[in-house]
Every structure is written in structure tokens, then in C-alpha cells.
């Protein structure tokens, strides 16, 4: 079994910042792509960004030079450093992670059950 946790969520005001963080746990060799998504009411959910297990990352181009994506290895975690939010950024964020749960098996993608942002003064 493979859980992935998410956690930061908050109610901020436009222009602060915030940091979400996914731990995933269980049964797991490796964990290759990591990512987050968000979905707003009445919209589509929406790839905000993502980065390999060696750092390469992208982002969705709404949040370019204001979101960036990390993580650590060791501890089979990312993080998605929001800075300067906008209303338009208040939505459900989940995170994913493409996992080997033992060697030699095929990489299955993994979701945690979401962290509510909402940005409004």
C-alpha cells in the first residue's frame, strides 16, 4: 500500500505566500516523477507542476516565476513553494507520484486526497 499525504493548505490573503508539502509512505522502492495539480469549482483540474526524481521541473504557465517545485529524496516528499498568490490560484491542490513499490516492478501512479488553498481578502 503506497499513501501519499498532503499538508499546508490554508486560507491567506493575495500576496503571501505558502508552502504545501506531500509525504508519500508504504511499500515503496522509488518514486520516480512527482507532481502537483489543483482543481478550482467549475474548472478543469489543472497541472501546476511537476519534477523528476533528478530535479528537472515544470510548471504550468500561470504560475511561472511564482511557484517553484522540490523535493527530497530520502524522504519521499515534495514540496510547492507558493509565493506571491492571487485569487485565481484557490483551489483543491493534490499531489501525485509515480511509484515502484519493489524492484523489477512497473511504476504506478499514486494520489493523496488533497489540501484546500484559498487566497482572499
Known amino acids: 500500500q503506497v499513501q501519499l499525504v498532503e499538508s499546508g493548505g490554508d486560507l491567506v490573503q493575495p500576496g503571501v505566500s505558502l508552502r504545501l508539502s506531500c509525504a508519500a509512505s508504504?511499500?515503496?522502492?522509488?518514486?520516480?516523477?512527482m507532481g502537483w495539480y489543483r482543481h478550482a469549482p467549475g474548472k478543469q483540474r489543472e497541472l501546476v507542476a511537476t519534477i523528476t526524481r533528478g530535479g528537472f521541473t515544470t510548471f504550468a504557465d500561470s504560475v511561472k516565476g511564482r511557484f517553484t517545485i522540490s523535493r527530497d529524496n530520502a524522504k519521499n516528499t515534495v514540496y510547492l513553494q507558493m509565493n506571491s498568490l492571487k485569487p485565481e490560484d484557490t483551489a483543491v491542490y493534490y499531489c501525485n507520484g509515480n511509484v515502484r513499490r519493489q524492484i523489477g516492478s512497473t511504476y504506478s501512479t499514486y494520489w493523496g486526497q488533497g489540501t484546500q488553498v484559498t487566497v482572499s481578502s
Open positions: 508504504g511499500s515503496i522502492f522509488g518514486i520516480n516523477t
